[in-house]
């Protein structure tokens, strides 16, 4: 069966439509305003208990000793956890770079502050944490590296110490001619730049409750948890256990955007409820624990970036050399933010050749993960100083300098040294656009009256592509296999007309389970109040990866939008054979199903979907009676990445222009 999904709101099957595009009150909100919303902190389940995490206060040392006997015997305390159990139950996390992940709690070597190294499952929290005062652990303590320069030097301290090296990975990818290309210019601007780490800092922090049947093996996990079958494979593939026996009930969260990576705490919390007998654990991240050993760090990074430009001011190449300190581990998957650029490395440019010296380096820091932006916004810190740093040499105002290296409006699709394809734009235009908004002009003229009082004002123009809809052959640079990411979505009428939209993620307050219901309700013609959204787990939804990449809005339309023309096709067999007539003479639209050069016969989708579940003597031959469909939906003409990482990876690729003044006291 080809499915053709609607690629325009001007091909959905309706007149005129009410609901996309339009204003409407969103279905999430009712219950997020009443308090109705069940977070992770909000979950109980029988026999729950609660779990209390002990961690490292140093950053490198031998356990010398490690004695739970006091905390264990403590009322209220039903199971205790350390290394050993940690070693016998599960495999190190899954890593990117491949190999350099640890077990959840540290065996004989703690490599960073708040790495865990036991946890208590007790009747409350209270317990729990009385529990872990009783724990004595003695350490000896060992060297550690902080600077990932001297990290790389021969002698450092090995974070990794079976490792041999602190170097996670160095990798030199070359687009192009660079070296003739900076050999010919004009003009070579040289620069370095320090990112320093940051934190999120979200309202919710991580939280699951994991319940592990001891006899059929079974795991159960709730959390706040932004890629559920991912989480789930995850889980699966660190504690050995087949796949189809982890289940995750990913609860509402506020928002994704990395920054909630649980991965240790959920692993821990498991662990505990093996030894509990299958008890469910409960384990709320508390703040301290969030901002000290969460997944709340990234972009702890050294470059230097050089750009050539020729005597007509267009600039011919780029080299962007990148040190990332991703921390103790690769477990947080940070590696993939130092791939991601490559998706728009010359960002809004006609820059045509590139190269990027990369290295990803271990220290004794907590393990870096992913951040909203996902490692692009530092790229584009230093993309943008260099052109700006070329502008001010060259004496040429910065938004005019972009604008004679934009890539044109009839350049598109066009091909970026790094191999992915940008599919439109129009770059001249914006900056147009938010040059008038800021009225640029007035801006200048203020800064130069304000400089002749000696103040000091800045004016800052930014251009930078946002890539969007990501694919695994993005981070094959860094070790992360595939090509394709599925987004699923079930689409079922009832007997009277009544339509439910299941999928495979949570809530995350972004509007996605309104998007889906306004984009079914004008695909058949109804109204949105027909329409449910129904979140399933991860044993019953279709095959689904969530929020993540800037992809879950292009995604779930793709999904909603086939299983809609999926049932549609179905549905026209059923009214042809009732017509007494050929499908492809039935056509659906605002609602009904109609018959060329039939006016005035029709039926609606209630009608339809009625006689399939009610009376199946009337179907043709070959079809069911379920006015229900499954599409999933990836990105199409994604590519194999070459030996330098090119392939055609994000699958949108939209332009900011930004204009600031600033004055500095």
Same mark, same amino acid.
């Given at each position: 069966?080809?499915?053709? %999904?609607?690629?325009?709101?001007?091909? =959905?099957?309706?007149?005129?439509?009410?609901?996309?595009?339009?204003?409407v009150?969103?279905?999430?909100?009712?219950?997020?305003?009443?308090?109705r919303?069940?977070?992770?902190?909000?979950?109980?389940?029988?026999?729950?208990?609660?779990?209390?995490?002990?961690?490292?206060?140093?950053?490198?040392?031998?356990?010398?000793k490690?004695?739970?006997?006091?905390?264990?015997?403590?009322?209220g305390?039903?199971?205790?956890?350390?290394?050993?159990?940690?070693?016998?139950?599960?495999?190190?996390?899954?890593?990117?770079?491949?190999?350099?992940?640890?077990?959840? =709690?540290?065996?004989?070597?703690?490599?960073?502050?708040?790495?865990?190294?036991?946890?208590v499952?007790?009747t409350?929290?209270?317990?729990?944490?009385?529990a872990?005062?009783?724990?004595?652990?003695?350490?000896?303590?060992?060297?550690?590296v902080?600077?990932?320069?001297?990290?790389?030097?021969?002698?450092?301290?090995?974070?990794?110490?079976?490792?041999?090296?602190?170097?996670?990975?160095?990798?030199?990818?070359?687009?192009?001619?660079?070296?003739?290309?900076?050999?010919?210019?004009?003009h070579?601007?040289?620069?370095?730049?320090?990112?320093n780490?940051?934190?999120?800092n979200?309202?919710?922090?991580?939280?699951?409750?994991?319940?592990?049947?001891?006899?059929s093996?079974?795991?159960?996990v709730?959390?706040?948890i932004?890629?559920?079958?991912?989480?789930?494979?995850?889980?699966a593939?660190?504690?050995?256990?087949?796949?189809?026996?982890?289940n995750?009930?990913?609860?509402?969260?506020?928002?994704?955007f990395?920054?909630?990576?649980?991965?240790?705490?959920?692993?821990?919390?498991?662990l505990?409820?093996?030894?509990?007998?299958?008890?469910p654990?409960?384990?709320?991240?508390?703040?301290?624990?969030?901002?000290?050993?969460?997944?709340?760090?990234?972009?702890?990074?050294?470059?230097?970036?050089?750009?050539?430009?020729?005597?007509k001011?267009?600039?011919?190449?780029?080299?962007?050399?990148l040190v990332?300190?991703?921390?103790?581990?690769?477990?947080?998957?940070? @590696?993939?933010?130092?791939?991601?650029?490559?998706?728009?490395?010359?960002?809004?440019?006609?820059?045509?050749?590139?190269?990027?010296?990369?290295?990803?380096v271990?220290?004794?820091?907590l393990?870096?993960?992913?951040?909203?932006?996902?490692?692009?916004?530092?790229?584009?810190?230093?993309?943008?100083?260099?052109?700006?740093? @070329?502008?001010?040499? =060259?004496? %040429?105002?910065p938004a005019?300098?972009?604008?004679?290296?934009?890539?044109?409006?009839?350049?598109?699709?066009?091909?970026?040294?790094?191999?992915?394809?940008?599919?439109?734009?129009?770059?001249?235009?914006?900056?147009?656009?938010?040059?008038?908004?800021?009225?640029?002009?007035?801006?200048?003229?203020q800064?130069?009256?304000?400089?002749?009082?000696?103040?000091?004002?800045?004016?800052?123009?930014?251009?930078?592509?946002?890539?969007?809809?990501?694919?695994?052959?993005?981070?094959?640079?860094?070790?992360?296999?595939?090509?394709?990411?599925?987004?699923?979505?079930?689409?079922?009428?009832?007997i009277?007309?009544?339509?439910?939209?299941?999928?495979?993620?949570?809530?995350?307050?972004? #509007?996605?389970?309104?998007?889906?219901s306004?984009?079914?309700?004008?695909?058949?013609?109804?109204?949105?109040? @027909?329409?449910?959204?129904?979140?399933?787990?991860t044993?019953?939804?279709?095959?689904?990866f969530?929020?993540?990449?800037?992809? =879950?809005?292009?995604?779930?339309?793709?999904?909603?939008? #086939?299983?809609?023309?999926?049932?549609?096709?179905?549905?026209?067999?059923?009214?042809a054979?009732l017509?007494?007539?050929?499908?492809?003479?039935?056509?659906?639209?605002?609602?009904k199903?109609?018959?060329?050069?039939?006016?005035?016969?029709?039926?609606?989708?209630?009608?339809?979907?009625?006689t399939?579940l009610?009376?199946?003597?009337?179907?043709?031959?070959?079809?069911?009676?379920?006015?229900?469909?499954?599409?999933?939906?990836?990105?199409?003409?994604?590519?194999?990445?070459?030996?330098?990482?090119?392939?055609?990876?994000?699958?949108?690729?939209?332009?900011?222009?930004h204009?600031?003044?600033?004055?500095?006291?």
């Amino acid at each position: 069966m080809v499915i053709e %999904i609607p690629k325009r709101v001007e091909d =959905l099957p309706t007149s005129n439509p009410r609901w996309v595009g339009h204003r409407v009150e969103r279905k999430e909100d009712s219950a997020l305003l009443t308090g109705r919303t069940q977070f992770i902190a909000d979950v109980v389940v029988p026999g729950m208990l609660h779990c209390a995490i002990l961690r490292s206060p140093l950053p490198h040392a031998r356990i010398a000793k490690l004695d739970t006997t006091d905390a264990a015997a403590l009322p209220g305390v039903v199971a205790v956890v350390t290394g050993e159990d940690a070693l016998r139950w599960s495999q190190p996390a899954a890593s990117a770079p491949e190999g350099w992940g640890t077990h959840c =709690l540290a065996s004989s070597v703690v490599r960073y502050v708040g790495e865990p190294v036991a946890a208590v499952a007790a009747t409350s929290r209270y317990v729990a944490e009385d529990a872990l005062e009783r724990i004595v652990v003695d350490y000896d303590p060992l060297d550690a590296v902080a600077d990932p320069f001297a990290a790389m030097e021969a002698g450092s301290p090995l974070v990794i110490e079976e490792k041999g090296t602190n170097v996670m990975m160095q990798r030199l990818f070359t687009w192009g001619a660079v070296d003739d290309a900076f050999a010919q210019a004009a003009h070579v601007f040289t620069e370095k730049f320090r990112w320093n780490r940051l934190g999120a800092n979200p309202m919710e922090t991580f939280g699951a409750v994991c319940e592990w049947d001891p006899m059929s093996l079974d795991l159960t996990v709730y959390g706040s948890i932004q890629a559920a079958s991912f989480f789930a494979l995850g889980r699966a593939a660190t504690f050995g256990i087949p796949s189809n026996k982890v289940n995750v009930k990913s609860q509402p969260h506020g928002g994704s955007f990395g920054g909630k990576g649980g991965t240790r705490g959920t692993d821990i919390t498991c662990l505990l409820s093996r030894k509990a007998g299958g008890r469910p654990v409960k384990w709320i991240e508390d703040r301290m624990e969030y901002l000290t050993s969460g997944g709340s760090q990234a972009w702890d990074r050294h470059y230097e970036a050089s750009l050539a430009v020729d005597a007509k001011a267009q600039v011919t190449g780029l080299r962007v050399k990148l040190v990332d300190d991703l921390g103790a581990t690769g477990e947080g998957y940070a @590696a993939i933010s130092a791939a991601k650029p490559l998706a728009a490395f010359t960002g809004p440019y006609t820059i045509p050749v590139a190269e990027y010296d990369l290295t990803l380096v271990a220290t004794n820091k907590l393990p870096a993960f992913p951040y909203r932006g996902f490692g692009p916004p530092p790229h584009f810190f230093v993309l943008e100083q260099m052109m700006d740093i @070329a502008a001010r040499h =060259l004496d %040429i105002d910065p938004a005019e300098f972009r604008r004679r290296n934009f890539i044109a409006s009839d350049q598109f699709p066009y091909t970026i040294p790094s191999g992915n394809e940008y599919d439109s734009g129009s770059y001249e235009e914006v900056l147009d656009k938010a040059l008038a908004l800021a009225d640029y002009a007035d801006l200048r003229a203020q800064q130069a009256r304000a400089r002749e009082e000696g103040r000091i004002v800045g004016i800052g123009v930014a251009s930078a592509i946002e890539p969007g809809v990501f694919d695994w052959n993005a981070y094959r640079t860094v070790g992360v296999p595939g090509i394709g990411v599925p987004e699923g979505a079930t689409v079922s009428i009832d007997i009277l007309g009544m339509i439910t939209v299941r999928v495979g993620f949570s809530l995350e307050g972004q #509007g996605q389970y309104t998007l889906a219901s306004q984009l079914v309700a004008d695909y058949f013609g109804t109204h949105i109040d @027909a329409v449910r959204v129904v979140q399933l787990d991860t044993q019953s939804s279709p095959p689904s990866f969530g929020p993540g990449g800037s992809r =879950l809005g292009v995604a779930i339309t793709g999904a909603v939008l #086939g299983a809609c023309e999926r049932i549609r096709q179905k549905m026209c067999a059923v009214t042809a054979a009732l017509m007494q007539t050929e499908p492809s003479n039935v056509q659906l639209r605002d609602g009904k199903f109609t018959v060329e050069g039939m006016p005035g016969v029709e039926m609606s989708v209630a009608e339809v979907a009625g006689t399939m579940l009610a009376r199946s003597d009337l179907l043709p031959p070959g079809i069911d009676p379920r006015p229900e469909a499954t599409h999933v939906w990836t990105a199409a003409g994604r590519t194999e990445p070459d030996e330098q990482g090119r392939a055609k990876s994000y699958l949108t690729a939209a332009q900011a222009v930004h204009v600031v003044m600033v004055e500095i006291d």
